[in-house]
Structure formats: structure tokens, C-alpha cells
């Protein structure tokens, strides 16, 4: 088991609200926000005030298909910011 020092992360981004989550997920994914994890079996959440947004199976950096990533940041949106937690299920052993 590891710890990662550097924790919390932060990123901020500036972004129309016109962009989709699908969007803003992928920008992640290109900037390799979530790290590798040895093993298999593990997943993360994204959540954001309470929704769960997004879920993203092992170490792939694209979330599994879900109805809300075509919805636009401005759905989700308070005061035109939008905050997302990511959370890290381990596999189990």
C-alpha cells in the first residue's frame, strides 16, 4: 500500500459552459490527472455536489458510458464553477 504525499490535488480549469463533461474528462485524461494503479479490479468516481458524474474502470483514463456525459458543465454548475471529487475503490484481495 502507497501513500501519495502530494495529496489533495487540485486542477483548475477555465471553460465555456458549453463544453460537455465527456469534454472536461477528457481534457483530464490527456493531462494523466488520474495515476496508474497496479493490479486489477479497481475503479474511481467522479462526483460533484452528491451525483455521481462519471466512473472510470481500472486504469483506463475515459469514464464507461453514462447518459450524463453529454450533458453540459452548465447543468451542473454553481455560480459557473463546478467542482468534482474523484473517489478510488481498491480491488479487492
Known sequence: MGDDIDAPHFLQLALPI????KDVFLML???HYLPGI???HHYWEAWSAGKLL???TGNSATPEHSACLIEKL???ATD?????DF???????
Open 18 to 21: 458549453t463544453v460537455t463533461l
Open 29 to 31: 485524461a490527456e493531462r
Open 38 to 40: 497496479a493490479g486489477q
Open 54 to 56: 462519471a466512473s472510470f
Open 74 to 76: 452548465a447543468e451542473h
Open 80 to 84: 459557473g464553477k463546478l467542482g468534482i
Open 87 to 93: 473517489k478510488y475503490y481498491s480491488a479487492t484481495t
